[in-house]
């Protein structure tokens, strides 16, 4: 095999025996089939992030790709697949994001101690100096980035009539169970070819109207609540629903037809926890504000950046969150993980309340953005309040830009999975494969250019994809 293909440098950098040891505590017992090895379950996930492929595509290209079997760990190419790809959803049960945290943890520390032999050794040969940040007199050094984003599910856009049309033709699918499987003499009616035809009025219309809407869920909500009266009507008599997904389904159209009614009664369009998928209950409007998507819906988390431009996950939830509630904690993690305060902490204005304005200078943290108060009437001061609140505004930007890169290229811009767990899972995957692969290519650039022995490295900087400004130059 090539050594400079990607996978084999990049399988190269992980620590793999550690995370073995993370994951084997879960598996105390001694009897039983054993697990799959770590690397295997794991090193599949990254290939499906990195490639944003299905279940049975990933599959497919560990079974033809001699470099992806070497990757996750096979000792030879072998001409069929290891696993089948249901086990693709087995392995993301069992990595939970804190199995995941963990593993990005250990991942980040063996990337730094790579990435400091190469800054020590570069000098050597090119007669350069790595620049080193000192400590303030309080002894706080290094910056933390904070910012929040959303992960949106692959969900159909949630519409009023829309949704209780769903729900109407699921309701109907369980009276004709009970129908069969009960052995019931009569059918009761359901209307179902006119309740059909009403949606299609309003879905097939080009202008929407407000009231043409609101009749069409007028008209839905009256189709839902007399199937649940029949279903309703089977049950106190004593016949019940045996499928566990018929009987959540059930529920979930219970409480979607509470909050759809009150909305209606109430000329309102916002409920408390809105159910927004039948399918994915969990999952809620996250409003945003952005000019693209001004609401999306999946889960919101928040990250933290280090000084390195590393990652780290602070806080992930389906329900919309106030950001600015995290940073203290977020800021005390970092502090127990280096030892020391972060010289500045760069946010936007959301952040900036009087509790955390009140944390940072108590810890002697300078949080961005303006000063309380009035403007300085030194005009010096003045220029200098604004050259630190550009390069401030400048070096934001790398949360932004990881945040472009988990969802353009390692999957973070669409969760396809269907569970809420797995969902979480993936979210968490796609911040540690963002990690691996924004500095795996400067890192191996420095592993590959020591190696060799050569005074000329410019001739690998588009074998690895690397700028020379990233080089520290």
Not at 42 to 65: C, F, H, P, Y
Not at 234 to 241: D, K, L, N, P, R
């Amino acid at each position: 095999l090539d050594k400079t293909n990607e996978w084999i440098r990049l399988g190269a950098l992980i620590p793999w025996h550690k995370l073995e040891h993370l994951y084997s505590v879960y598996f105390p017992s001694k009897s039983g089939r054993p697990a799959h090895p770590f690397r295997e379950a794991l090193g599949t996930l990254i290939i499906q992030q990195r490639l944003m492929l299905s279940d049975r595509k990933t599959v497919k290209a560990i079974e033809e790709g001699p470099y992806l079997q070497y990757f996750i760990g096979l000792p030879r190419f072998q001409n069929k697949a290891p696993f089948q790809p249901t086990l693709l959803v087995e392995f993301r049960k069992r990595l939970n994001p804190e199995i995941l945290e963990q593993c990005n943890e250990v991942i980040i520390q063996a990337l730094q101690e790579a990435e400091q032999k190469a800054k020590e050794a570069v000098p050597k040969k090119r007669g350069r100096k790595p620049a080193e940040e000192t400590p303030d007199e309080n002894g706080n050094l290094g910056t933390a980035i904070l910012d929040a984003t959303c992960a949106p599910s692959y969900i159909r856009y949630p519409q009023d009539f829309s949704l209780l049309n769903e729900a109407r033709v699921k309701l109907e699918g369980m009276i004709d169970w009970f129908y069969k499987k009960y052995g019931f003499e009569k059918k009761p009616r359901t209307y179902r070819r006119v309740a059909h035809q009403d949606y299609l009025e309003l879905a097939k219309c080009k202008k929407r109207t407000a009231s043409k809407i609101r009749a069409t869920v007028r008209k839905m909500l009256a189709y839902v609540k007399r199937d649940l009266g029949y279903l309703e009507g089977y049950m106190s008599e004593g016949y019940a629903m045996t499928d566990r997904k018929m009987i959540n389904t059930y529920l979930v159209i219970l409480t979607l037809y509470e909050q759809q009614k009150y909305m209606w009664d109430n000329r309102v369009h916002s409920v408390e926890h809105r159910i927004v998928s039948l399918s994915q209950p969990w999952i809620r409007p996250i409003v945003r504000g952005k000019a693209k998507t001004p609401t999306e819906f999946g889960a919101k988390f928040e990250v933290i950046l280090d000084e390195d431009g590393y990652a780290r996950m602070t806080r992930i939830s389906f329900d919309a969150f106030n950001e600015s509630e995290q940073l203290q904690e977020a800021l005390i993690q970092y502090h127990d993980r280096t030892g020391r305060w972060p010289k500045r902490v760069l946010v936007d204005q959301i952040y900036r309340t009087r509790a955390n304005i009140a944390f940072c200078k108590e810890h002697g943290i300078r949080i961005s953005g303006p000063k309380l108060g009035r403007c300085p009437k030194d005009e010096k001061q003045k220029q200098a309040d604004k050259k630190t609140a550009y390069k401030d505004n400048t070096d934001r930007i790398g949360v932004e830009r990881f945040f472009s890169l988990g969802k353009r290229c390692n999957g973070m811009g669409l969760i396809t999975t269907r569970l809420e767990e797995t969902s979480l899972t993936v979210i968490s995957l796609a911040v540690l494969v963002t990690n691996l692969f924004k500095h795996a290519g400067v890192i191996n650039f420095f592993a590959f250019y020591l190696t060799n022995e050569t005074d000329e490295p410019e001739r690998y900087f588009a074998l690895f994809d690397v700028d020379e400004d990233e080089l520290g130059a």
